[in-house]
Nanobody, 121 residues
């Protein structure tokens, strides 16, 4: 099985910074896309940022210029550096990865348990 474990969430003041980390472990052959989503009560889950190793990154318009996604492929880890945080960034942040477990399988979608980010006014 594959497990994604997030860390780095917490409580910060408006304008502060946090760095989220997500490490994939288990039966991993390769990882294509890794990304971050967030969700608040009563709202649909939304894509925050994603990256393909050595290729490209994508950000939601609401976080462009403030968040940076990066990967350490050797460690199967993705990071989300969040700067200039705003109260509207408050949400549970979920790590997502498209993982192949063998040379015979296609990539499958895996999710972390989520980490709470709270930004006070």
């Amino acid at each position: 099985q594959v497990q994604l474990v997030e860390s780095g969430g917490g409580l910060v003041h408006n304008g502060g910074s946090l760095r989220l980390s997500c490490t994939a472990s288990g039966s991993i052959y390769s990882i294509n896309v890794m990304g971050w989503y967030r969700q608040t009560p009563g709202k649909e889950r939304e894509l925050v940022a994603r990256t393909i190793s050595g290729a490209s990154t994508m950000y939601a318009d609401s976080v462009k210029g403030r968040f940076t996604i990066s990967r350490d492929n050797a460690k199967n880890t993705v990071y989300l550096q969040m700067n200039s945080l705003k109260p509207e960034d408050t949400a549970v942040y979920y790590c997502n990865a498209d993982v192949r477990v063998s040379t015979f399988d296609y990539g499958r979608d895996y999710w972390g348990q989520g980490t709470q980010v709270t930004v006070s006014s």
